[in-house]
């Protein structure tokens, strides 16, 4: 994963929609913690647990780019959870794959500083009997001091034991029937080449961000529906899109968005194909009234 880009991509949004914060150039003096804590240390096998990935830090920061590690052969991951997250700005969740890794790479455009800060929560099914540990394996975490200063992190595991004389654990899902709300969405254009990007930000406190969808249409069809992270690249030529954010209950969000200077250009292209049109019309028509005798 590219930091730099993270980083560019925070401040692009950051410049969008709030100013930036800058706290000086202070070298930090202690480190940070980041820690996980479970609804269940001890489970029998095919129970659920929640599990939190939390921060305490002293200064507040703005970006994090985290690699956590668990037993595929132990834990299942089945949900994600981002509704009570810190985190505004997801470029990488990657969780669902099920290979022992969790990707986390995401920005917070008000910065954040305390304890208990809330990363994501994740809900695992117990597979077999062991003990499943679930750590860091990276852990890189950068303060808002508008240089991207990187924090001294401690980090702690947590030890879950799965075995067959424990409790069952399945952990109540609260209803969610508030779609996702769309705080921002904005169409800026990409510094890297001439497509736009598409900045949005989207809130779900009930069960969380599932997913977020984008299609677009180039003259009077939509294309098909993709999944995108934050910000899209948007495909050349477009004059409208939409994009959709669903949550872990399946309530959807739809928000439309126009680029005046594409549909500039198409009303320009519409018109300018009218006149040729017209054009040709009259010059055969002409032709074959010269043609047609008296």
Do not use: H
Not at 68 to 88: E, H
Not at 176 to 188: A, C, S
Not at 200 to 211: E, L, N, P, Q, R
């Amino acid at each position: 994963m590219d930091l730099v880009k993270i980083i560019k991509v925070i401040f692009v949004v950051t410049f969008c929609l709030t100013p930036v914060l800058t706290l000086g150039q202070i070298q930090p003096k202690e480190a940070e913690r980041l820690y996980v804590v479970s609804s269940m240390t001890k489970v029998a096998p095919e129970s659920e647990i929640i599990v939190r990935v939390l921060i305490n830090n002293t200064r507040p920061i703005n970006a994090l780019d985290l690699k956590l590690t668990y037993p595929k052969s132990l834990l299942k991951p089945i949900l994600f959870n981002d509704g009570t997250s810190i985190v505004d700005i997801w470029q990488t969740r990657q969780w669902e794959q099920g290979d022992g890794i969790i990707i986390l790479v995401g920005g917070i455009l008000r910065s954040f500083s305390g304890t208990g800060g809330t990363i994501a929560e994740f809900r695992f099914k117990a597979k077999n009997e062991g003990v499943a540990q679930i750590s860091f394996d990276d852990a890189n975490v950068y303060y808002a001091d508008g240089i991207g200063t990187s924090a001294k992190i401690i980090t702690e595991p947590i030890n879950i034991i799965i075995n067959a004389n424990a409790l069952q654990s399945y952990p109540q899902q609260e209803k969610d029937t508030v779609p996702p709300v769309f705080e921002v969405t904005k169409t800026v254009n990409n510094p890297t080449n001439v497509n736009y990007l598409a900045v949005f930000d989207v809130k779900d406190t009930g069960s969380g961000i599932k997913a977020v969808y984008i299609r677009s249409m180039k003259w009077i069809a939509f294309d098909e529906w993709r999944v995108v992270s934050n910000p899209a690249q948007l495909p050349l030529g477009i004059w409208q899109y939409q994009i959709s954010a669903t949550d872990n209950n399946g309530n959807t969000s739809i928000k439309t968005l126009y680029i005046p200077m594409e549909i500039t250009k198409k009303l320009f292209l519409v018109i300018l194909l009218f006149f040729i049109v017209a054009i040709f019309y009259i010059i055969i028509r002409e032709w074959i009234l010269l043609k047609k005798p008296l």
